[in-house]
């Protein structure tokens, strides 16, 4: 079962960031926190993954508290491509087989 | 951009038959997983196989579910005799580091 928990939907306005969040309250020392995303019904796409430090890249941003039990994807100029289901994983660094186990994640609509 | 390619995109077979889905990972991958998503519901792991042998398996992957690397670009999925509730998107993957997994853009097996 996913170790985390997201809204199921959030709305956001063209241009404006938009702000994912993610409960992972029980999350271990050695699990990393990845989001991956799915437009419409296409492969998930890798966005970003971190540990326990704030991570950028040039698809998004992710901050995670310091007790490493939430996190936040953030998209900062989100646009009509980015309506998409986000997903937020945790998985051990470590994993010999790097299985990944998808929720339900969050419905990003990006609206003009 | 190196990409993992997957076909057929849409197969359609009788309940019973045989069928081999095919996918090209990214050429220096090492990793190569096996995803589904019936329609409506969350993307669930089948298979993961590393150094010609699987590695992990879910228990949605029975005895009629086989993996192969038949030579060194190809990692098929074959399913011995199709039920109506293999219906789905299938989707492969593959990585090289410990932290990105590259989807495919899926192959949809409709059982008929």
């Known amino acids: 079962d996913a170790k985390t928990t997201q809204p199921p939907s959030m709305d956001c306005a063209e241009g404006r960031a938009a702000n994912l969040p993610c409960n992972h309250s029980?999350?271990?020392?050695?699990?990393?926190v990845y989001w991956y995303r799915q437009i419409h019904s296409q492969g998930p796409q890798y966005i970003i993954h971190g540990l326990k430090n704030n991570e950028t890249n040039e698809m998004a941003s992710l901050i995670i508290t310091e007790d490493r039990k939430s996190s936040t994807l953030i998209l900062p100029h989100a646009t009509l491509r980015d309506t998409a289901v986000y997903y937020c994983i945790v998985r051990p660094g470590s994993s010999n087989t790097g299985k990944l186990i998808f929720g339900q994640g969050t419905t990003l609509q990006v609206k003009p | 951009e190196p990409e993992v390619t997957q076909t057929p995109s849409h197969q359609v077979t009788q309940m019973g038959q045989e069928v081999i889905l095919r996918c090209v990972p990214i050429?220096?991958?090492?990793?190569f997983y096996w995803y589904r998503q019936i329609l409506g519901q969350k993307v669930e792991f089948l298979v993961s196989f590393y150094n010609n042998e699987i590695s992990e398996k879910s228990e949605i992957f029975d005895d009629q579910f086989s993996v192969e690397r038949p030579d060194g670009s190809n990692f098929t999925l074959k399913i011995r005799s199709t039920k109506l509730e293999d219906s789905a998107m299938y989707f492969c993957?593959?990585?090289?580091?410990?932290?990105?997994?590259?989807f495919g853009p899926g192959t949809r097996l409709t059982v008929t």
């Open positions: 993957a593959s990585r090289i580091s410990m932290y990105e997994q590259y």
């Open positions: 050429s220096n991958h090492l990793y």
């Open positions: 029980t999350i271990s020392g050695n699990e990393y």
